[in-house]
T-cell receptor, first 114, second 113 residues
Framework: GAVVSQHPSRVICKSGTSVKIECRSL??????MFWYRQFPKQSLMLMAT?????????EQGVEKDKFLINHASLTLSTLTVTSAHPEDSSFYIC??????????FGPGTRLTVL | DQQVKQNSPSLSVQEGRISILNCDYT??????FLWYKKYPAEGPTFLIS?????DKNEDGRFTVFLNKSAKHLSLHIVPSQPGDSAVYFC????????????FGSGTQLTVLP
């Protein structure tokens, strides 16, 4: 199946710093990528939809100035958590959609903000 | 309002037997359905999908059935193996350009040896 990678897998940062998470589709081109956040014992919460070469579409309640998304190529999207705070600590997962309707997910990034 | 529901939070099955995971949806615009398997601290792994023009799709031990009139789909795993123990999410999408997924809340499957 299609492979999506994420880097880093874990990151610990101090409050007030920014963290960048990369999401790559390794063996297919993804015009659309998605960023999710998972809270403990809950399903995935869609944060934003990212289309190559255009601005991301954010879900209601997600601060676009805090969660910066860039989708500069057909295989790479980045999520930057700016001025991170402890409440931003979470498990962030990206996915990439193949030319069809199936989304393939990355392994996730555990962010801990001290 | 949950558009995709998995009413069983957990299911235990004996190894070698059939596991049946159920999912209901309310949005008649959904035309594509997927099942994912997820381990803790990992991203979901795609298992199998089905288009609304079909009522069955099979891939190895996994079969997905779709009953459009009842807005119900199910995932059958035969035979179940201990390695199948995980949380299973069903998801649905409509024909919108982004093809966003709407997830169910998941079912924890435990396959007992």
């Amino acid at each position: 199946g299609a492979v999506v990678s994420q880097h880093p897998s874990r990151v610990i940062c101090k409050s007030g710093t920014s963290v960048k998470i990369e999401c790559r589709s390794l063996d297919f081109q993804a015009t659309t990528m998605f960023w999710y956040r998972q809270f403990p014992k809950q399903s995935l919460m869609l944060m934003a939809t990212s289309n190559e070469g255009s601005k991301a579409t954010y879900e209601q309640g997600v601060e676009k100035d805090k969660f910066l998304i860039n989708h500069a190529s057909l295989t790479l999207s980045t999520l930057t958590v700016t001025s991170a705070h402890p409440e931003d600590s979470s498990f962030y997962i990206c996915s990439a959609r193949d030319p069809g309707p199936t989304q393939y997910f990355g392994p996730g990034t555990r962010l801990t903000v001290l | 309002d949950q558009q995709v529901k998995q009413n069983s939070p957990s299911l235990s099955v004996q190894e070698g037997r059939i596991s049946i995971l159920n999912c209901d949806y309310t949005n008649s615009m959904f035309d594509y359905f997927l099942w994912y398997k997820k381990y803790p601290a990992e991203g979901p792994t795609f298992l199998i999908s089905i288009s609304s023009i079909k009522d069955k799709n099979e891939d190895g031990r996994f079969t997905v059935f779709l009953n459009k009139s009842a807005k119900h789909l199910s995932l059958h795993i035969v035979p179940s193996q201990p390695g199948d123990s995980a949380v299973y999410f069903c998801a649905a999408s409509d024909s919108g350009s982004a093809r966003q997924l709407t997830f169910g809340s998941g079912t924890q499957l435990t396959v007992l040896p």
